[in-house]
């Protein structure tokens, strides 16, 4: 039987945008049992939010107060982020935590901020997504240790070696996000390491999920996550049952507070076990 781990999903809007704040919610989440902490990567988001912190310096942070748990942006919607400076972002902060970072993907979305049009990044979908597999292929490249050579439709990366590499090998782990119903995220996130499925309804949904992941994932045995965010209270054996194997406890970013935070942590992980679909952290 294979455990259901429970990692803290936050966003990181006015009380926690202070990294040292978060930092410590981290290091109570490791004390309590959690198995990883996740944030959102946004510019900004909709009012009543009025502040928003950067993710990858309070993941920096998260990492040098804590010594086991998994932590990392959840999700980064990499067409907006040059692939090259992700590459150095990713390796520096799997080093600095001893391997325990995993890479969150996904297109970004306009829809709750407007942060894409009011910083004049690309709108449509489908070209957001060919940017995002584009950088995918330029971070497995770099990760590697070996010299990228890269001249695609979107970057260029002409004979630079991305060293040092990081911790985990082949590299970091990418997990991909994706809506139900939606074919390319799944062909994308059966490429990688895992798979969050966004706006799930009930556990017959990632049934399915599971079933064409596995389908597109053929004979690779190596371990696989699919990550489900549910409020805290809810029940995640149903979905562990379908498949998950991990719960992302997830708070609305309008109201979310550090005593919020610290309560649902107190609280404890999951205590469930399932034979899941696979048992890799990551």
Same mark, same amino acid.
Not at 113 to 136: I, K, Q, V
Not at 226 to 243: N, Q
């Given at each position: 039987?294979?455990?259901?781990?429970?990692?803290?999903?936050?966003?990181?809007?006015?009380?926690?945008?202070?990294?040292?704040?978060?930092?410590?919610?981290?290091?109570?989440?490791?004390?309590?049992?959690?198995? &990883?902490?996740?944030?959102?990567?946004?510019?900004?988001?909709?009012?009543?939010?009025?502040?928003?912190?950067?993710?990858?310096?309070?993941?920096?942070?998260?990492?040098?107060?804590?010594?086991?748990?998994?932590? &990392?942006?959840?999700?980064?919607?990499?067409?907006?982020?040059?692939?090259?400076?992700?590459?150095?972002?990713?390796?520096?902060?799997?080093?600095?935590? &001893?391997?325990?970072?995993?890479? &969150?993907?996904?297109?970004?979305?306009?829809?709750?901020?407007?942060?894409? +049009?009011?910083?004049?990044?690309?709108?449509?979908?489908?070209?957001?997504?060919?940017?995002?597999?584009? +950088?995918?292929?330029?971070? @497995?490249?770099?990760?590697?240790?070996?010299?990228?050579?890269?001249?695609? +439709?979107?970057? %260029?990366?002409?004979?630079?070696?991305?060293?040092?590499?990081?911790?985990?090998?082949?590299?970091?782990? $990418?997990?991909?996000?994706?809506?139900?119903?939606?074919?390319?995220?799944?062909?994308?996130?059966?490429?990688?390491?895992?798979?969050?499925? $966004?706006?799930?309804?009930?556990?017959?949904?990632?049934?399915?999920?599971? @079933?064409?992941?596995?389908?597109?994932?053929?004979?690779?045995?190596?371990?696989?996550?699919?990550? $489900?965010?549910?409020?805290?209270?809810?029940?995640?054996?149903?979905?562990?049952?379908?498949?998950?194997?991990?719960?992302?406890?997830?708070?609305?970013?309008? %109201?979310?507070?550090?005593?919020?935070?610290?309560? $649902?942590?107190?609280?404890?992980?999951?205590?469930?076990?399932?034979?899941?679909?696979?048992?890799?952290?990551?």
């Amino acid at each position: 039987m294979t455990p259901l781990r429970s990692a803290l999903w936050l966003p990181l809007f006015d009380e926690l945008c202070d990294p040292a704040a978060v930092a410590r919610l981290a290091a109570e989440a490791e004390e309590a049992g959690w198995h &990883g902490v996740f944030v959102w990567d946004h510019l900004r988001w909709r009012a009543p939010v009025r502040q928003a912190a950067d993710p990858w310096i309070t993941l920096a942070a998260i990492a040098t107060a804590t010594e086991h748990l998994r932590f &990392g942006p959840m999700v980064t919607a990499l067409a907006r982020r040059r692939p090259t400076k992700v590459a150095r972002e990713t390796a520096t902060l799997d080093r600095l935590g &001893g391997g325990r970072l995993t890479l &969150g993907v996904g297109l970004g979305s306009d829809r709750f901020a407007g942060e894409l +049009s009011a910083t004049g990044e690309e709108l449509d979908d489908r070209r957001r997504g060919r940017m995002l597999d584009e +950088s995918l292929e330029i971070l @497995t490249a770099a990760w590697s240790g070996r010299p990228v050579h890269h001249h695609g +439709s979107h970057y %260029t990366v002409d004979d630079i070696t991305f060293l040092p590499r990081p911790v985990q090998r082949p590299g970091v782990p $990418v997990w991909a996000a994706g809506l139900p119903g939606n074919v390319r995220p799944l062909r994308r996130a059966a490429r990688h390491d895992g798979f969050v499925p $966004v706006n799930l309804e009930h556990p017959d949904q990632l049934a399915g999920i599971v @079933t064409t992941l596995t389908g597109l994932r053929g004979s690779r045995t190596t371990p696989y996550d699919i990550a $489900v965010p549910l409020p805290p209270g809810s029940d995640p054996a149903p979905y562990a049952e379908a498949g998950a194997t991990w719960w992302l406890a997830e708070f609305a970013p309008e %109201t979310v507070s550090v005593d919020q935070v610290r309560g $649902v942590l107190r609280d404890g992980p999951v205590a469930f076990d399932t034979k899941g679909s696979g048992d890799g952290d990551g």
